[in-house]
């Protein structure tokens, strides 16, 4: 079987290393930047390279930045009596396309997971605690995702946040608009039972 180069291993290896990508994907990856136009290929390095070096997490928020506050927080037109709580900047990224919320977000970078060693202090609850007593919120909206681990983080910043008088709120659960009920998985019947509302 034919060697290749200590070059194309390493670049194989790299790509192996990403979430979800194989030795074959990572094959078939490492080929395609040797195919492609070397600009191509080098823009690419230079956008990692650019990403790495200048976005960082917002000094309020902890979303993704470029300067001290994300766009989010720096955008007067927010709603500053709302404030929506999530565990990822990808989940703040999925709520802002849908365009409905326009208040402000705080991303906890994770949530309370004991079996994966990591506890309330890995996160950035005493961020958020802070956030509220200085803040003017009105309405904590907790959109955690529905996992046991979700839930339970839900619950242990509903408890931080007792003492304030702010309204909390969840995401609704349930069955969409246009969902057969037949095809409709158990916990997403069990979330829309437990949850149901006066007609």
């Known amino acids: 079987m034919a060697q290749v180069s200590d070059s194309v291993s390493k670049v194989i290896e790299e790509f192996a290393k990403l979430p979800g990508i ?13 195919r492609v ?4 290929a080098l823009g690419l390095a230079d956008a990692i390279r650019n990403v790495r070096e200048n976005v960082h997490y917002c000094s309020s928020c902890f979303n993704l930045a470029e300067a001290e506050l994300c766009s ?13 709580v999530v565990e990822q900047p990808r989940d703040l990224m999925a709520l802002e396309q849908a ?27 005493q961020q958020l605690v802070q956030r509220v007593r200085q803040g003017e919120f009105q309405e904590i909206v907790m959109a955690t995702n ?19 008088p702010v309204s909390m709120t969840r995401l609704a659960r349930g069955i969409t608009t246009g969902s057969i009920l037949e095809y409709t998985n ?3 019947l069990a ?9």
């Open 72 to 84: 989010i927080c720096a955008d007067p037109r927010r709603d500053r009596t709302q404030l929506c």
């Open 146 to 164: 529905p996992t046991v681990e979700g839930d339970g983080t839900a619950l242990h910043i509903s408890n931080l946040l007792a003492e304030f």
């Open 37 to 40: 136009p070397k600009t191509e």
């Open 22 to 34: 194989g030795r074959k994907s990572a094959e078939r990856l490492a080929y395609h930047i040797l």
């Open 99 to 125: 365009g409905v919320f326009r208040g402000l977000y705080h991303v906890l970078l994770g949530r309370i997971a004991p079996l994966d060693g990591i506890g309330p202090d890995q996160l950035t609850l």
């Open 186 to 188: 158990k916990e997403i």
């Open 191 to 199: 979330d829309a039972l437990a949850g149901r509302q006066r007609l």
